[in-house]
């Protein structure tokens, strides 16, 4: 037998590195070829096919439409007045108070004028009393001329007149002493009580504010830019936050022609029925108002409108029912209509899609056509 030569350190050494290194070699041709079998055996899923989305069609239509800006407006009665005491005395009586609804003609206040009315019963007496004597001189001139002197009786004549103007004076002060509406309306201020001290001509002769709201002015302020496209019998509608779902209806009734300098704004007035009183004098309401009118436009539904960075689209079917973006311009937009100048035939389907939004080429399918 032969005698194996045992082997050295540095043998052994080599050895078991030669070892390690096969075994790292193998493992990774392990780890590659189930990754090789993975993306040859192995499938990827399909994508899932993108939904229809479901709209409706339309065509331009050819219609009315207005375009309305939208402007601050003050509510002011159609009439009012502050009623004040003519003569001086104390105020005997007053039958209203702030609030109550009066009629045109019905007494409000009386005023107590005791020196007054002793002056009217002195010249009720001198009144009788000169035209008793010019009716007597005037029948004695009748009958004796050759006895009465002319210039008498027409001495006893003015005598008659003055008085009888000055009976009519008194009456018309009298007259003053009672305090009626001018007009029929609301009183929304009382200044005086009964027994106060009425000084005619002075802001103390104030005795109440009346109001006729039943009809309403708007007042707009106009900007340069439209002012010159105001014209009487416009319309309006007018709308409030503090009647939320109530809007009202009235016409462009007069305007001022000439701006003011300082906020280059024109005045503009429109009147407004308000027989439930729901607007009051003083509300800030929104106006809408009707500038400018086309009787004939193409028109669309503002729903199938596409406004990005200032400009504008609209959605048209194309072939294979799929979405075509289109740009257009418009005119007239009264927030359900907008009139289409250019971009769109009136034989071309418009889609509207609701509440979805679609981009160019989208498959659709078609809900029903108007």
Known sequence: MLATKPKSEDEKTMSVASRQLLLCACSLAAAFGLSACDRSGGQTPPEAA???????????????????????????PFQEATLYAKVSGYLKTISVDKGDKVAAGAVLARIEIPELVAARARQQAELKAASSDYDRLQKALAR?????????????????????????ESETLLGYATIAAPFTGVV????????????????????VSLMDFSTVRLQVAVPEIEA??????????????????????????????ALDATNRTMLAEAILQNRDL??????????SFG??????????????LVTERNNTFAFILG????????????GFNDGQNVEVLE???????????????????????????Q
């Open 343 to 369: 971009g769109l035939k009136s034989e071309e389907p418009i889609l509207l899609a609701g509440k979805a939004k679609l981009s160019d080429g989208q498959s659709v399918r078609i809900a029903s056509a």
């Open 319 to 330: 072939e294979g029912n799929k979405a075509v973006k289109r740009p257009i311009k418009t």
């Open 144 to 168: 004796t001329p050759d006895l009465v002197v002319p210039d008498t009786v027409d001495q006893a004549r003015g005598r008659f007149e003055v008085a009888r103007a000055g009976l009519a």
């Open 228 to 257: 010159a496209h105001v014209v009487v019998g416009q319309p309006v509608k007018v709308t409030t936050d503090n009647l939320a779902g109530r809007h009202f209806e009235g016409t462009v009734s007069r305007f001022a022609y």
């Open 291 to 304: 500038i400018e009118h086309k009787e004939h436009a193409p028109l669309m539904p503002v729903e199938a």
């Open 278 to 287: 729901a607007l009051r004098p003083g509300m800030l309401v929104t106006v």
């Open 188 to 207: 929304t201020q009382r200044y005086v009580d009964p027994g106060a001290l009425i000084q005619a001509g002075n802001a103390s002769s104030k005795i």
């Open 50 to 76: 993108t939904p229809f989305t479901e709209v409706r069609t339309v065509r331009l239509s050819d219609g009315p439409i207005t375009r309305s800006i939208v402007l601050p407006a003050q509510v002011i």
